[in-house]
């Protein structure tokens, strides 16, 4: 049996339904068992306890008191069935033993002067045995204790037999009233678990996106409110998810468009600021000093500019894979030379040639040059880059000797604009790099991850030596 199943709401609702009819039924069953036991006990005694009244009633005129040994054998001859008759150390009986009497009986007879009863069982079977004392009429009115004794015993094993075939038949019912019970709960639950498997189908489209489900409200009572609740959920749901999704596009517009307006004349103020800085040494001091700012933050602002264009591309839908196939080392080495990183720079290089791919060169280059500048940024050389492939897989790994990424910014260091140092607002980097890297990676059907290594961060690019057709 499943773990679901086991603690689902149907099989406990069946179970504690099943368990209320079974006690209601054994409870019922029971109840009748006790009340027919002691109509048919009391059916055998009441008469037999009037019969005996009745028997030393009729015998009474012919005694005299004290008794002699005579008069006890005749009253004891009188009584029908098994008798016996006492007075004080005498008895007499008709086939009972005075030893079986129990002194309780003996006692309740003496003290209370009145007929009493007793249960017991002999021999294995179930005997009834009567005593009533002889009372006799005093001249002031009064009944007075003659000192006589009659006990008598009858069989109650007919009786037992009928109340063994009751119980018998009692539980039997409460037995067949087990299925009944499951039956019965089956077709509450189902009916009380429609509308919340109803309730989970729709959570579960509402949880897939699908925000304009929605659910008939029928009746009244607990669970129309809670449709009624889901209902107003899921609506403002919508409505707050609808106004997102229409801020994040204008963000995203607005983004795209300022980045694009902010090309051309970027372009102009970087061919300005170039000649600045090739003339900062025939300026003075001071307006040098400013030059070489100028062109140092307008270079700043052109990558950032040129990587918001390039997030807006993933966004949009709009970035391609031009792939062709090629020699991977030999592409991650002319990412490095493009930007002046060669072995013994602080670079240690483990690239086996001869290991091909369908790539983008351009946008692995975009990949490669994020991954190592970062590590020589803000690690410590020496910075390792290692290539290994399998049958079906490139992995470029990227490892660096710093201090490692901040635990609370390792889950988040591929969003958008995160910096491990954020003391640093205005470090080099834009905080996009990592995260256009990563979509450069899922672009090509591959995944990038980060993670600390003990003696400092590891980045690994894992690419498929084919790729998807691209977007």
Known sequence: MSKRWRTGLRPRLVLWFAAMMLVGAAAAAGASYVSARNTILGAAQDPAMIRLRDQVTTYLPQMAFPPDQQQLKRLADNLKGVGLVVYRDQSESSGLDPRSLTPELRDQVARTGRIQFQRVVTDGSPQLVIGMPVMRTARDGSSQHTGVEVYQRLSLAQQEAAIAQLATRAWQTAALALPIAVALALVAASQVLRPVRALNTAARKLGRGQLDVRLPAKGSG??????????????????????????????????????????????????????????????????????????????????????????????????????????????????????????????????????????????????????????????????????????????????????????????????????????????????????????????????????NTGDGARFTLRLPRTPPESR
């Open 222 to 451: 607990e669970l129309a409110d809670l449709v009624t609740t889901f209902n107003s959920t899921a609506a403002e749901l919508e409505r707050t998810v609808g106004t997102l999704r229409t801020m994040e596009a204008e963000a995203r517009r607005f983004v795209a468009d300022v980045s694009h307006e902010l090309r051309t004349p970027l372009a102009a103020m970087n061919a300005v600021t170039d000649v600045l800085d090739e003339d900062a040494e025939q300026l003075p001091e001071d307006t040098a000093v400013a030059a070489r700012l100028v062109a140092a933050e307008t270079r700043r602002l052109t990558r950032l500019v040129q990587d918001l264009v390039e997030i807006s591309r993933f966004d949009a839908g709009r970035a391609e894979l031009r792939t062709e196939e090629a020699d991977v080392a030999l592409a991650v080495r002319a990412s490095m030379a493009a930007r002046g990183w060669a072995d013994g720079d602080g670079i240690e290089t483990e690239l086996p040639e001869d290991i091909t791919a369908t790539f983008d060169p351009r946008r692995l280059d975009l990949v490669v040059a994020n991954l190592v500048g970062n590590a020589l940024r803000h690690g410590a050389p020496p910075v390792t880059i290692r290539l290994a492939a399998d049958e079906g897989t490139v992995t470029l790994t990227v490892l660096d000797h710093g201090p490692g990424i901040p635990e609370a910014v390792l889950p988040h260091v591929f969003d958008r604009f995160t910096k491990a140092d954020t003391a640093r607002a205005r470090s080099e980097g834009s905080g996009l790099g990592l995260a256009i890297a990563r979509e450069n990676a899922r672009l090509h059907g591959g995944e990038l991850e980060a993670a």
